[in-house]
């Protein structure tokens, strides 16, 4: 390109744009629509049907003949691209200089799309427009490509087409800047590409020429010294010449669109300058330029952003380009560091992996808090974040010991590759101090072979330590065993830790993801039917251990036990449950092996029998220590003697064992239930008559869930025989403790029993066992939910520790959750609902669960929904004072908002509900006199909601019932009325 040309585009491009258009320049003469398309490039290339490198190839043939004519195809090329109708004519390209030529077209463009910004050709996300990017960008670099032995030098094409596009970049239409600055960008990738090529040539010749030198005079051809010398020559010249252009358009678009106002420009141009640097490093990779990577990274955008560390990551992952990127480290380390909690989760993920690049070549660079910084980040709720953090902590941290090879076992057995990984899990997963976050660690790290590694981690607890490492300690031991466990249950069930992409809902596994679940499963049962006694008996005292270990065998294939005639290993697992039952007392211990029991109890399974006899002694066992205790126990009643404290130990601990296994298995003897219902009953009449029972209250509370398991067995296995009779004397005691009981947690276990039942025996099927609540228990029911879950105490009380706050609110959401299911379930009538339903705003931790119970009320009857919003809004009318407490009444109006809104957007399915709504609404407004006139105010909220031909029917029926009032129509109707015929419902409609 000529330095003539360079200065004169150069100084048009300092110049502001808009200044450069004339109002006086001729306006481009059209084409018809057919002759548009018959020569256009552009719609050749958007419709992406012909092949791109014969498009250009027949381009340039016709630019070999015609010159002029064949760029005035490739500006209109241009020019289409940004979705500009204007038509490029020769005459224009010859009698106006380019910014002229380029304005009238900004002006025609503006005339033909007045407020299409944003909506061009190449803007947007959709398939087409990325389809119109790809092959815009490929076109140029098919064309430099092709032109770059000899149509690339000739000082024509070249100089005219930069010109052209850095005019274009410079102006302030976006639609131009945009399409001109991806054109731009891709035309220097590929001068990047040829100067690469020449620079190899000139490389090679010079190498060549020098062999050639070097040889004697006798030796030397001198045909060929000639020919290297002269293309060694005009290598150098094309090589500078592409220099050349490549520094002009670098500081003629790019240096001014990196920090474009439009981000998708921004980004583009941070893309392709990371590609030069990747390709080119010894042009780009410095400090000159690596700083146009570095200021983005403070963008607003998180686009921009997440470009500028895309362009870096590649660099960094490169052993040979670090030593250049050390200034660069240094001055934006920080800012690296700081972006791994970016809020947008690419950008985030991007910089960990960047990180781990840096650790992975310079260990040193970064300190321990930026370190500890990542680490942090494995327990993310975004699986993404905590992907990537676990991949930089396996660079990090996680690194096989180089001695592997050398440690053995105190019996001589040669430890397995993952060992020293394995323990610096656990060592990582103790000091984080997070003790119920396993699931999270092994889920960050379930790429990691040593997660599946289950022979190595059973290795580590069965086996002694040798004498060339230390010993795990009780603390390690305890870790490494929850994270088996934690490990054995993400392989073979796929289940994401809970909290963990929350958002995007169930993961649906693939078939691949099937195969491989049940692959492993295999490998895992098949390891564990052997080893997993030998853990088992090692850990039988320690509670927190044999507790995560009895849980193996619900993820393993039972059937295996059989099928790999294991029949030895089964009677040694079935014996050991055996004795935990009979050795520990512990709720969590003893429900994790009647749990692995039940399963292992599997009729349909080939070792049924045998499980099924051990289980059956293991109940006679806990039912005889039970009736042991009983009897001990009402020896020291009816002798008119106090149990002493180790006698009632004693009896809570044996009636807590029978209640967990009443809860996985059918005990199925009627006097143990009778005698479990013995003692409710007793703590009934003690709270009835406010005495003081001898029975502790866990005694009690382990009675009444087991008399509420043995009603379910009952009912599941179609045991009918004075099973109603039963029922019904369970639900009258435990009413009594819901009335009598409120200070204990009794009232709530007894109030969620009754909830439960209600729904066990009263859904459809066989009369004689249905059971229906009654309008006086469902007032029982209500009264306790108010005093419980929404009274004004219970709110103020609501302060204190956090794990005590935390475990109070669940336990009143299970509360809440029990009575809506029965409203739900259309066991409760629904109008029982309003109490609930009133206090959705003064409770918003509850508020999930009352819009999905509504949720689930409009679905089935809108009507009735709408009914059930009218009762609870006039109830909280009839309590309170509204002309005196003007906060009361915009609470009520905020409440009718939100009713109204989740009602759903859907008019012609409201269109009933809004009837009923109004009309039934008005009458009540009106019929107490003047006392009930706020209602209007709070109405008005659902006139949105009525549909816009609905409007003036509602509004006669209100003059109608004024009309029958005889009051005065007061500020309240009249902001009704308003509302329908016009302002909020007319807004709402619109």
Same mark, same amino acid.
């Given at each position: 390109m000529s330095e003539s040309r360079m200065m004169k585009d150069l100084s048009l491009d300092d110049r502001d744009s808009s200044s450069s258009s004339s109002s006086n320049q001729p306006s481009p003469k059209p084409k018809s629509k057919k002759t548009r398309q018959e020569d256009s490039l552009y719609s050749t290339v958007s419709g992406g049907k012909v092949s791109l490198q014969q498009l250009v190839s027949d381009w340039l043939e016709e630019y070999k003949v015609e010159k002029d004519s064949a760029m005035v195809r490739l500006v209109q090329f241009v020019v289409s691209a940004s979705g500009c109708s204007g038509q490029v004519t020769q005459e224009m390209m010859e009698t106006m200089e380019q910014g002229e030529m380029i304005n009238v077209l900004a002006e025609q463009f503006d005339m033909e799309r007045p407020g299409a910004a944003g909506t061009y050709p190449v803007a947007g996300q959709g398939v087409a427009a990325?389809?119109?990017? &790809?092959?815009?960008? *490929?076109?140029?670099?098919? /064309?430099?490509?092709?032109?770059?032995? =000899?149509?690339?030098y000739d000082q024509f094409l070249m100089d005219n087409l930069i010109s052209l596009l850095t005019q274009l970049s410079d102006s302030q239409v976006r639609t131009f800047r945009h399409t001109a600055t991806l054109s731009a960008m891709s035309l220097m990738t590929g001068l990047v590409s040829v100067w690469v090529?020449?620079?190899?040539?000139? *490389?090679?010749?010079?190498?060549?020429?020098?062999?050639?030198?070097?040889?004697?005079?006798?030796?030397?051809?001198?045909?060929? +010294?000639?020919?290297?010398?002269?293309?060694?020559?005009?290598?150098?010249?094309n090589q500078e010449e592409t220099l050349k252009m490549l520094m002009y358009m670098f500081k003629s678009v790019f240096v001014h669109r990196y920090r474009d106002v439009v981000e998708d420009i921004r980004s583009l141009c941070l893309i392709e300058l990371g590609v030069w640097l990747k390709e080119c490093p010894t042009l780009f990779l410095e400090d000159s330029y690596l700083k146009y990577l570095g200021w983005p990274l403070h963008d607003k955008a998180g686009s921009v952003r997440l470009a500028s560390l895309q362009s870096l990551l590649p660099l960094y992952s490169r052993r040979d380009m670090q030593d250049k990127l050390v200034l660069f480290t240094d001055k934006f380390k920080e800012r690296l560091v700081s972006m791994i909690l970016d809020k947008e989760m690419e950008v985030s993920v991007c910089a960990i992996q960047l990180l781990e690049c840096l650790v992975g070549h310079q260990s040193n660079t970064l300190t321990d808090q930026h370190c500890e910084m990542v680490y942090e980040l494995v327990y993310s709720s975004h699986s993404t974040v905590a992907r990537a953090a676990g991949r930089f902590l396996q660079v990090?941290?996680?690194?096989?010991?180089?001695?592997?090879?050398?440690?053995?076992?105190?019996?001589?057995?040669?430890?397995?590759p993952n060992t020293s990984v394995i323990r610096d899990m656990v060592q990582f997963f103790i000091e984080s101090e997070r003790p119920d976050f396993e699931a999270y660690l092994v889920d960050s790290l379930i790429d990691n072979p040593m997660v599946k590694d289950w022979e190595c981690m059973t290795d580590l607890l069965v086996e002694e330590h040798g004498p060339e490492e230390d010993e795990l300690d009780d603390s390690q031991e305890t870790a490494l065993i929850v994270l088996m466990v934690a490990s054995i249950k993400q392989v073979v069930t796929g289940e994401r830790p809970t909290g963990r992409d929350s958002s995007t809902g169930r993961r649906v596994q693939s078939?691949?993801?099937? $195969?491989?679940m049940a692959l492993d499963r295999e490998v895992m049962s098949t390891h564990f039917m052997a080893t997993l006694p030998h853990l088992i008996h090692k850990?039988?005292?320690?509670?927190?251990?044999? =507790?995560?270990?009895?849980?193996?065998?619900?993820?393993?294939?039972?059937?295996?036990?059989t099928t790999s005639r294991q029949e030895r290993a089964l009677e040694g697992l079935l014996k050991l449950l055996s004795e935990v039952v009979d050795k520990h007392t512990d709720e969590q211990v003893l429900g994790t092996a009647f749990k692995t029991l039940e399963l292992l109890c599997n009729p349909q399974s080939s070792s049924y029998t045998r499980c099924n006899a051990r289980r059956e002694r293991m109940v006679e066992g806990v039912v005889r220590q039970f009736s042991e205790s009983m009897d001990e126990y009402h020896s020291f009643v009816t002798g008119g003697l106090e149990p002493g404290q180790d006698e009632l130990f004693s009896f809570e601990l044996r009636l807590r064992k029978l209640c967990l296994l009443y809860k996985h298995h059918n005990v199925g003897q009627a006097d143990i239930w009778e005698m479990m219902m013995e003692i409710v009953r007793r703590a009934e009449d003690c709270y009835k008559n406010d005495e003081e029972g001898w029975e502790p209250e866990e005694?009690?509370?382990?009675?009444?869930?087991?008399?509420?398991?043995? /009603?379910?067995? %009952?009912?599941?296995?179609?045991?009918?025989?004075?099973? +109603? %009779?039963?029922?019904?004397?369970?639900?009258?005691?435990?009413?009594?403790?819901?009335?009598?009981?409120?200070?204990s947690k009794l009232a709530e276990e007894a109030f969620i029993s009754v909830c439960d039942l209600?729904?066990?025996?009263?859904?459809?099927?066989?009369?004689?066992?249905?059971?229906?609540?009654?309008?006086? +228990?469902?007032?029982?029911? #209500?009264?306790?939910?108010? $005093?419980?879950?929404?009274?004004?105490?219970? $709110?103020?009380?609501?302060?204190?520790?956090?794990e005590v706050l935390m475990e109070k609110l669940l336990r009143k959401r299970n509360l809440l959750t029990c009575y809506c299911k029965l409203v739900v379930m259309k066991l409760l009538p629904v109008k029982h609902f309003t109490l609930v339903l009133s206090n959705y705003l003064i409770f918003p931790q509850f508020g999930d669960i009352i819009k999905a119970t509504l949720g689930e009320v409009r679905d089935s009857n809108r009507p009735l929904c709408a009914r059930v919003m009218l009762m609870c809004l006039v109830e909280n009318f009839n309590k309170t004072d509204m002309e005196a407490d003007t906060d009361k009444l915009y609470e009520q109006r905020e409440l009718a908002r939100?009713?109204?809104?989740?009602?759903?957007? %859907?008019?012609?399915?409201?269109?009933?509900?809004?009837?009923?709504?109004?009309?039934? &609404?008005?009458?009540?407004?009106? #019929?107490?006199?003047?006392?009930?006139?706020?209602?209007?105010?709070?109405?008005?909220?659902?006139?949105?909601?009525?549909?816009?031909?609905?409007?003036?029917?509602?509004?006669?029926?209100?003059?109608?019932?004024?009309?029958? =009032?005889?009051?005065?129509?007061?500020?309240?109707?009249?902001?009704?009325?308003?509302? /329908?015929?016009?302002?909020? &419902?007319?807004?709402?409609?619109?």
């Open positions: 990325k389809q119109l990017r &790809g092959n815009l960008a *490929q076109f140029f670099l098919q /064309l430099v490509k092709q032109t770059q032995n =000899s149509i690339l090529t020449v620079s190899k040539v000139v *490389q090679n010749s010079t190498k060549q020429l020098e062999r050639e030198e070097r040889k004697k005079s006798s030796q030397r051809d001198g045909s060929r +010294m000639e020919v290297l010398i002269n293309k060694l020559a005009e290598m150098e010249e990090k941290l996680f690194r096989p010991s180089l001695e592997l090879g050398q440690v053995r076992t105190k019996r001589g057995k040669m430890r397995l078939a691949k993801e099937n $195969r491989q850990y039988l005292p320690d509670q927190e251990k044999v =507790s995560k270990l009895l849980a193996i065998p619900q993820f393993m294939k039972l059937e295996m036990f005694a009690i509370k382990s009675a009444l869930l087991g008399c509420y398991y043995g /009603l379910v067995w %009952d009912r599941s296995t179609g045991w009918r025989e004075g099973l +109603m %009779d039963r029922l019904d004397m369970f639900v009258t005691t435990c009413r009594g403790l819901v009335v009598h009981a409120q200070t209600l729904v066990v025996f009263g859904q459809e099927g066989e009369a004689e066992l249905l059971y229906r609540p009654s309008e006086e +228990m469902a007032e029982e029911l #209500g009264r306790f939910l108010e $005093r419980h879950v929404f009274s004004e105490q219970e $709110r103020d009380n609501m302060e204190g520790q956090e939100r009713m109204s809104l989740m009602l759903g957007l %859907d008019g012609k399915r409201n269109r009933e509900a809004m009837a009923l709504i109004h009309r039934e &609404g008005i009458q009540m407004a009106l #019929g107490q006199g003047t006392k009930m006139m706020k209602l209007f105010v709070v109405l008005a909220e659902f006139s949105g909601k009525v549909l816009k031909q609905d409007r003036m029917v509602v509004v006669e029926f209100l003059d109608r019932e004024m009309g029958r =009032s005889n009051l005065e129509e007061s500020e309240e109707v009249i902001i009704y009325r308003n509302s /329908l015929v016009g302002g909020k &419902g007319a807004a709402a409609d619109e």
